[in-house]
């Protein structure tokens, strides 16, 4: 069975510190997605980054990086000189293969980032 | 170019009645998901459509049901609401190029719905 655990329920930080979150999944399938969703209080789920398990390579996008290592089973993302706007609840997710096709998605339970001034 | 829509974006039932949901994809997507979130909770899948056919179906009883249109949007349908169906209903829309899904699936913002 695949699971994601993130066990930070909630963090707190003051504008401008780095913050990482963490994810954890589990799966038994060689090939599989990774995902980071954010969540703004409208509800919409915004799309942050995807990596499939072949590629270990971590990205950097401006303030967020992502760190992949397989040998844990990890996926953490980090944000750099955090701002108010970074304030949501992060979603780690898993996909894997379904028929050669990327399959559901198996979410986390979120971990809520509130950034203060 | 228009993202994933949701409508309506409130809806408030009571228990035993049935509720239709609806999605349009993003442009040029064929695939839609829909997925339940509750309150505190990370999205649960619910099931995914393709070709106007149930393509994958999650843990969720028959009392949900859905349909995808040539057009490729879809409704979601749930029969003899419960308190528990309570929740934010989630549409994604992917790409599925001869049947494999490579794409990333981009959510809408959501149906919330109440049962009283």
């Known amino acids: 069975a695949q699971k994601v655990t993130q066990a930070q329920t909630e963090i707190s930080v003051v504008e401008k510190e780095d913050v990482t979150l963490d994810c954890v999944y589990e799966?038994?399938?060689?090939?599989?997605?990774l995902f980071w969703y954010k969540q703004p209080p409208s509800g919409e789920l915004v799309f942050l980054i995807r990596?499939?398990?072949?590629?270990?390579q971590n990205e950097i996008s401006g303030r967020y990086s992502w760190n992949f290592q397989k040998s844990t089973s990890s996926f953490n993302f980090t944000i750099t000189a955090s701002q108010v706007v970074d304030s949501a609840v992060y979603f780690c997710?898993?996909?894997?293969?379904?028929?050669?096709?990327?399959?559901?998605?198996?979410f986390g339970k979120g971990t809520k980032l509130s950034v203060k001034p | 170019d228009a993202g994933v829509t949701q409508s309506p974006t409130h809806l408030i039932k009571t228990r035993g009645q049935q509720v239709t949901l609806r999605c349009s994809p993003k442009?040029?997507?064929?695939?839609v998901s829909w997925y339940q979130q509750a309150l505190g909770q990370g999205p649960q899948f619910i099931f995914q459509?393709?070709?106007?056919?149930?393509?994958q179906r999650g843990n969720f009883p028959d009392r949900f049901s859905g349909h995808q249109f040539p057009n490729y949007s879809s409704e979601l349908n749930v029969n003899a609401l419960l308190l528990g169906d309570s929740a934010l209903y989630l549409c994604?829309?992917?790409?599925?190029?001869?049947?494999?899904?490579?794409?990333?699936?981009?959510f809408g913002p959501g149906t919330r719905l109440l049962v009283l």
């Open positions: 799966t038994r399938d060689t090939t599989y997605y």
């Open positions: 994604a829309s992917s790409l599925a190029e001869q049947g494999i899904i490579q794409e990333t699936q981009y």
């Open positions: 997710a898993l996909s894997v293969d379904y028929g050669g096709s990327q399959g559901n998605l198996i």
């Open positions: 459509y393709y070709e106007e056919e149930e393509r």
């Open positions: 990596r499939n398990s072949f590629d270990e």
């Open positions: 442009s040029g997507h064929d695939t």
